[in-house]
């Protein structure tokens, strides 16, 4: 069963940090790209950044840019999402996801809370 | 980027009845190459989105033919015939093929 567990949200005050990350299994990680998705309550998901599967290549949206870092251990299976600089904007659900096709998932993990308040 | 754009907002059928979800790009989603990836989810509440359909109108295996995907440039729709209660949830569009990726802001179904 292919299965994606994110983990390392929580509450942090503008301007710090936290690092997400995500275990996968039940598939070839080192076979797919593999995207972190943000959502806040009753809108639409928002694309936040891709990573090739060797780990060469990275995108990010405009919005995270110089903020946020995404990186993969293909040897352990997991993606990470290093945030820094965080903004009340940022506030949102996380989602780790594989890609199916042209920055389309197939897979997301049940998704991480990241709440950033004073 | 490209703003995806649904209409209605939400739609309420009774079951066995059909619904259309309209989803319009603020640029044709036609690529040089002639393939359009045009993606359709449904978030069913508190789970994470499902990817239903990919370029427009190919089914993912096990998606009933019930749904249906078509369009082409920048209008596209989703129609779900013969609705059914577990079809009930929030539908999005998605363009994929121009950086950044980006969703419409959601169609909900509801069930009369």
């Known amino acids: 069963e292919v299965q994606l567990v994110e983990s390392g949200g929580g509450l942090v005050q503008p301007g710090g940090s936290l690092r997400l990350s995500c275990a996968a299994s039940?598939?070839?990680?080192?076979?797919?790209?593999m995207h972190w998705v943000r959502q806040t309550p009753g809108k639409g998901p928002v694309w936040v950044s891709r990573?090739?599967?060797?780990?060469?290549?990275?995108d990010y949206a405009d919005s995270v840019q110089g903020r946020f870092t995404i990186s993969r251990d293909n040897a352990k299976n997991t993606l990470s999402l290093q945030m820094n600089d965080l903004r009340a904007e940022d506030t949102a659900r996380y989602y780790c996801a594989r890609d199916f096709f042209w920055n389309a998932p197939d897979c997301w993990g049940q998704g991480i809370l990241v709440t950033v308040s004073s | 980027e490209i703003v995806m754009t649904q209409t209605p907002l939400s739609l309420s059928v009774t079951p066995g009845q059909s619904a259309s979800i309209s989803c319009k790009s603020s640029q044709s989603l036609l690529r040089s190459d002639g393939k359009t990836y045009l993606f359709w989810f449904l978030q069913k509440s508190g789970q994470s989105p499902q990817l239903l359909i990919h370029?427009?109108?190919s089914r993912l295996s096990g998606v009933p033919d019930r749904f249906s995907g078509s369009g082409s440039g920048t209008d596209f729709t989703l129609t779900i015939s013969r609705v059914e209660s577990e079809d009930v949830g929030v539908y999005y569009c998605?363009?994929?093929?121009?950086?950044?990726?980006?969703f419409g802001q959601g169609t909900k179904l509801e069930i009369q």
């Open positions: 370029e427009i109108s």
């Open positions: 990573i090739n599967p060797d780990g060469s290549s990275t």
């Open positions: 998605m363009q994929g093929g121009r950086l950044p990726p980006t």
């Open positions: 039940g598939f070839t990680f080192t076979n797919h790209w």
